[in-house]
T-cell receptor, first 112, second 115 residues
Framework: AQSVAQPEDQVNVAEGNPLTVKCTYS??????LFWYVQYPNRGLQFLLK????DNLVKGSYGFEAEFNKSQTSFHLKKPSALVSDSALYFC??????????WGAGTKLIIKP | GAVVSQHPSRVICKSGTSVKIECRSL??????MFWYRQFPKQSLMLMAT?????????EQGVEKDKFLINHASLTLSTLTVTSAHPEDSSFYIC???????????FGNGTRLTVT
């Protein structure tokens, strides 16, 4: 069965520092991987996806993620964090019928 | 870009009443929509998959008679929480995909509070 793991419940980063939110996956076949962000009391917003092609994927708001097949990881990164990046981040893998298998979420806190 | 509109954003209702939540894809046709429930500080729980023109597929443990889903057109799916109880209070989110390999687009969610 496919699964997604986000090992950190919370990540704290100082504003201006680089940030990484970790995600590992387990799939049979080629993975379709996604990152979504959720702001308080809001729905989710799509950040970026990996389907095929370059391992480094660039997305919205300056975020990027690196697909690493050997380590089965898809970590979310940003070179310089902003306080406004504070939110809940979800990694997900898609099954063939569009259903997403979700990670548990990581709360990102950026301190000024 | 693709937008999914979810209405209402907040609703407070009395125990025993029913509440309808609408999910609309505004600029694309969605043959499949998904309904999620999110508990505080937890990830999304898929409740059901809504297919246009056919019955919804419910996840294990989700009461189909309590959470009625209707997907009458390619742009509208509704979730009705029937005979609501306080334990139904939660954040409900819908999503839809515009096509193969397209990311899911999410509504802004509905905060349901049952008193």
């Amino acid at each position: 069965a496919q699964s997604v793991a986000q090992p950190e419940d919370q990540v704290n980063v100082a504003e201006g520092n680089p940030l990484t939110v970790k995600c590992t996956y387990s799939v049979s076949g080629n993975p379709y991987l996604f990152w979504y962000v959720q702001y308080p009391n809001r729905g989710l917003q799509f950040l970026l996806k990996y389907i095929t092609g370059d391992n480094l994927v660039k997305g919205s708001y300056g975020f990027e993620a690196e697909f690493n097949k050997s380590q089965t990881s898809f970590h979310l990164k940003k070179p310089s964090a902003l306080v406004s990046d504070s939110a809940l981040y979800f990694c997900a893998v898609r099954e063939s019928n569009y259903q997403l298998i979700w990670g548990a979420g990581t709360k990102l806190i950026i301190k000024p | 870009g693709a937008v999914v509109s979810q209405h209402p954003s907040r609703v407070i209702c009395k125990s025993g009443t029913s509440v309808k939540i609408e999910c609309r894809s505004l600029d694309f046709q969605a043959t499949t929509m998904f309904w999620y429930r999110q508990f505080p500080k937890q990830s999304l729980m898929l409740m059901a998959t809504s297919n246009e023109g056919s019955k919804a597929t419910y996840e294990q443990g989700v009461e189909k008679d309590k959470f009625l889903i209707n997907h009458a057109s390619l742009t509208l799916s509704t979730l009705t929480v029937t005979s609501a109880h306080p334990e139904d209070s939660s954040f409900y989110i819908c999503s839809a995909a515009g096509g193969s390999n397209s990311p899911l687009h999410f509504g802004n969610g509905t905060r349901l509070t049952v008193t």
